[in-house]
């Protein structure tokens, strides 16, 4: 069995039972969390032959900073609950495999400290209801080193979540959440989500941090025109790991018509990656890299930083074989003819 296929079950054993669901949940009945690896498998390849594969790289480069490969880790919140060094752990990891590191705005580990062990980052932002708790953030974070701002377009609510038990919030330490701004100059309808936003939130983000914004929860084309339109230097197209609109299009599915609507954009995906060939699918199909969430946080569970590097270098490694099996020898040189859906691929009278 391919190590990262045990990562869970062996994340399991150690996480307490509401953090593993937390970690693993999807929103109200479950379908689109369910649907996401699948999505993926229903791809299949057009390979090129006789074309030389003698030397193969998987390095690339996602808003111009240089990766060994095109899996980033996406950010996720209550890393200190699989890792008692939470972000730090993961930073350090993720800089061993060459990657770039998603850092929650939820973070339980300071900006400085994540940025300290050493991986290039960008942070996750909640726009939230009172703007200037949103401006120390981004000030914290500027000040530590981020390279971008990913703003999470998908969240005015939060997805519904139908616990049986306890949930994550009664066993999660103090300190375990938020460690970069001091809330207690602040009510909870300050913190809430904004629900009242538009595309000109991507101007104010830039104005505010002179980074670049990549937005974050895109599945459909005609958003991402208009995400672009406003000033958007990428985009992620994402159903929040199904934790938000329970039935969301799978992320796979979405990919094609984002690419399409956006030409010339950096467009990453995440939500179902878990095989090398799921990432030569997602290349194919448009994306320049591609983010993976949870088995990042059980890589972390089960092994700390040397997890995340593996789990990284393992994927990096599956997408090599793959690439010199499909005839490509660099992401760059992935085109759209390699990938079929697999609707397209059935032989007739298979199904009789």
Known sequence: MRWIDGLEAAAAEKLPEAVHRYFRQGSAGGVSVGEAVAAWSSYRFRPRVLTDVSSISTATTVLGTPVAGPVLVAPTTLQRQADPDGEAAMSAGVAAAGSVLGVSSNAGTTYAEIAAAGAPWWLQIYVTRNRDYTRQMLDAAVAAGARAVVLTADTPVVGRKEDDGPTVWEVVQP??????????????????????????????????????????????????????????????????????????????????????????????????????????????????????????LWALTVGSSPGVTRLLTDLYDELAHALALAGVPTPAAVTPDLVAAASSCRVPGADH
Do not use: M
């Open 175 to 296: 300190g375990h959440l938020r460690a970069n701004v001091d809330e207690s100059a602040y009510s909870d309808d300050d913190l809430a989500k904004a629900d009242d936003l538009t595309p000109d939130v991507i101007g104010w983000l830039h104005e505010q941090t002179d980074l670049p914004v990549v937005v974050k929860g895109i599945l459909r084309g005609d958003d991402a025109r208009r995400c672009v339109d406003a000033g958007a230097a990428g985009l992620i197209v994402s159903n929040h790991g199904g934790r938000q609109l329970d039935g969301a299009v799978a992320t796979a599915y979405a990919l094609p018509e984002v690419v399409q609507a956006v030409p010339g954009t950096e467009v990453f995906v995440d939500g179902g990656i878990r095989r090398g060939e799921h990432v030569l699918a997602a290349l194919a199909l448009g994306a320049r890299a591609v983010f993976v969430g949870r088995p990042a």
